[in-house]
């Protein structure tokens, strides 16, 4: 007899890949835990008849001559199994996307970094070219996209990318997916957001909007992360942060989201002994009270927010300048010689227009590129301060249209910032 199992808690990179492991080895039995995730749960109660799984009390263990364990390598996950744990001659095999090394010996495993077990297997499916109907493609995309975030999250790679492409191709369903995907939402992270909404208050920090909300829950509540994601979008400020108080106990769970990347949650999070990435992070205070807890993310944002990166430090300076005067001619040729696509007009130091590549198509006749630059110019001209963060740049850029801004302080250019330069932020592309 053959078994195919995951860990207790089951989510669906888990049972996905079961349900890929179980038709790369149709004859084996599917094990799942008693308990399993509340998604995975909704999502069993309405297709129980399409897959096929045992529990573990109906197995003679006695009989199992083949283990295949998914998504974990550690006999300590698994539910009710210990009765093989010392076995020789049973045949185990691990597919798992956790690196650390866990306590399961295995004749043959996968193991390998990417975002989601389920991707792995894949891999395997595709060589040996099993067949999928789109409900066992949906199940198996809600897999990888549930562990990668919807190919979001830093763990994620090309492969689970290309899993996913597999599993589109061969019908994987969004609509269904999408319902069963939603984070847990219960009754009583209803009642806890009402609460936070009742108390909601709003603070800004050099221009930011923020707001920290102290709540007190009763013992332990999951996925509080959800409830500060929607009060943040409910309130609509730049980053909001739950403080929870867990009644009876001397500790504080830290939850925070950020819109804006000036205001980086994974390093206040880790600031405070927690951590995250720079939209969401949560930490656990012990022995502080809640206003300590709040003060202290107050200064954390203070701090955290000098060392952002401004469009000072992305912009191009000097900028050459040319006056409403100048010839296009002139302007082809400094636009050709420099290597840019734009220059500001000035008026002295002030800016009056931006003329570009661009212009050059409003010309209707060859003698117009003797004409000066006031006839083609762009007049309404967007600047930016050098104080603005790259997201703000970005906005303007993508609204307007445009792919350059002069930098203006005090009425004077001191440089340019381009469409390129700002995504070379974006992309982590910044010289050191
Ligand atoms: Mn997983």
Known sequence: MQLVTTHKNTDFDGFASVVAANLLFPEAHAVLPKTL?????????????????????EIDLKRVQRLIVVDTSSWNRLDRLDGLKGRK??????WDHHIEKGTIRAGQCCIEPVGATTTLLVRELKQQHKILTPMQATLLLAGIYEDTGNLTFPSATAEDAYAAGWLLERKADLNILNTFLRPAYSETHKAILFKMLQHAKRTKIKGH???????????????????????????????????????????CMVIGRSQIESINVGSIMRSMGGGGHPRAGSAQIKGASPEAAEQWILE??????????????????????????????????ILRTRGVTGIPVVDGERVVGMISRRDFRKMRKE?????????????DVLTIEPGKSPTQAAQLMVKHDIGRLPVVKNDQVIGIITRSDVMRYFYDLLPD
């Open 367 to 379: 003698s117009q590129i003797r004409s000066p630059v006031r006839a083609f110019m762009t007049a």
């Open 209 to 251: 909007r923020i707001s920290i909300n102290q709540v007190t829950i009763d013992g332990h509540v999951d996925s509080l992360a959800v409830v500060v994601r929607m009060y943040l979008e409910i309130l609509n400020v730049d980053a909001a942060f739950g403080v929870f108080v867990e009644s009876q106990k001397n500790r």
């Open 300 to 333: 954390l944002i203070r701090g955290n927010q000098q060392a952002s990166v401004q469009i000072s430090d992305l912009m191009s300076f000097p900028v050459h300048t040319v006056t409403a005067e100048t010839s296009m001619e002139e302007v082809a040729l």
């Open 89 to 94: 001659d049973l045949d185990i095999r691990v």
């Open 37 to 57: 995730n509340p998604n995975v749960k909704a999502f069993l109660s309405i297709h129980k008849d399409l897959f096929e799984t045992h529990a573990c009390g």
